[in-house]
């Protein structure tokens, strides 16, 4: 199939997005994701089968074209779900707005990745300006009871993104009694710090909004009783990060 016929399962699109990437962006939502976090606030996206939309790449771009002066300091960011699922049409997505001058951004678990399949990742990334990188959680057992899946191939992709020099934000969300851990967090730090292709970090405090969605769908919310992180975590979470990358810095 020619990358001008190939079609992405897409969720939704958001035309005026703030908080995903640099500037105002334009978001394509992808539907389809292997992970089930527990505080995850799109569980309308994780099955592929549910798809009510499929785009053509100029389908997509054609959104971002007429609203074009909105990003001029922006750009556009791939998230979900999970785009890495379609890669084939993430990379002709990538490709096509890269052409065309178009910043973009991808938010990704990276658990898709694995290093026996990182070769069909090589083309998209040289046309990635930024990686949105969620770390849910470093231990690998609390990672796997927090999403179902294991951190490994996510540790994976960071490394494989570090080699090839592409600039992520890491991104990591504290929950009361699950990510909330002085011992996770000093070891995220450490893992972090090491990163040279570390641009920024983003330590997101763990809040309830979500749960609404989970009403509507009629799923029961997994997290039910855990209360919103305050502040005061929030700065502690914050010393802990702190804490392990200046131990692996002054280290190394
Ligand atoms: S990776 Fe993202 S979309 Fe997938 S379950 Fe987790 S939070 Fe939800």
Redesign the pocket.
């Known amino acids: 199939m020619s990358q001008s016929n190939i079609k992405g399962k897409i969720h939704s699109i958001e035309t005026f997005g703030t908080v995903d990437g640099p500037g105002i962006r334009y978001v394509v939502f992808f539907q389809g994701?292997?992970?089930?976090?527990q505080?995850?606030?799109?569980?309308d996206?994780?099955s592929l089968a549910d798809c009510k939309e499929e785009l053509t790449v100029d389908e997509v771009l054609d959104g971002f074209f007429r609203n074009r002066e909105f990003y001029k300091n922006g750009g556009l960011t791939a998230?979900?779900?999970?785009p890495l699922m379609q890669l084939d049409f993430l990379t002709a997505l990538f490709k096509a707005a890269r052409e065309k001058g178009i910043d973009t951004c991808l938010d990704?678990?990276g658990?898709v990745f694995s290093p026996a399949n990182a070769e069909s990742f090589e083309e998209l990334i040289k046309y990635t300006n930024l990686v949105m990188l969620?770390i849910?959680s470093i231990d690998p057992e609390k990672h796997l009871a927090l999403?179902?899946q294991k951190n490994d191939n996510i540790i994976s992709f960071c490394r494989f993104l570090e080699e090839r020099k592409v600039p992520v934000r890491i991104r990591h969300v504290v929950v009361p009694q699950k990510t909330f851990v002085k011992e996770d967090l000093v070891k995220l730090g450490e893992f972090v710090g090491s990163l040279r292709n570390l641009k920024e970090l983003e330590v997101i405090p763990y809040h309830t909004l979500g749960v609404k969605k989970y009403n509507q769908l009629g799923i029961d919310y997994p997290l039910a009783g855990i209360e919103d992180l305050t502040k005061e975590d929030l700065s502690i979470a914050k010393k802990y990060i702190l804490e392990g990358i200046k131990k692996i810095r002054s280290a190394g």
């Open positions: 994701c292997p992970m089930r976090c505080y995850c606030h799109n569980p996206t994780w998230t979900g779900g999970e990704t678990s658990v969620d849910k999403t179902g």
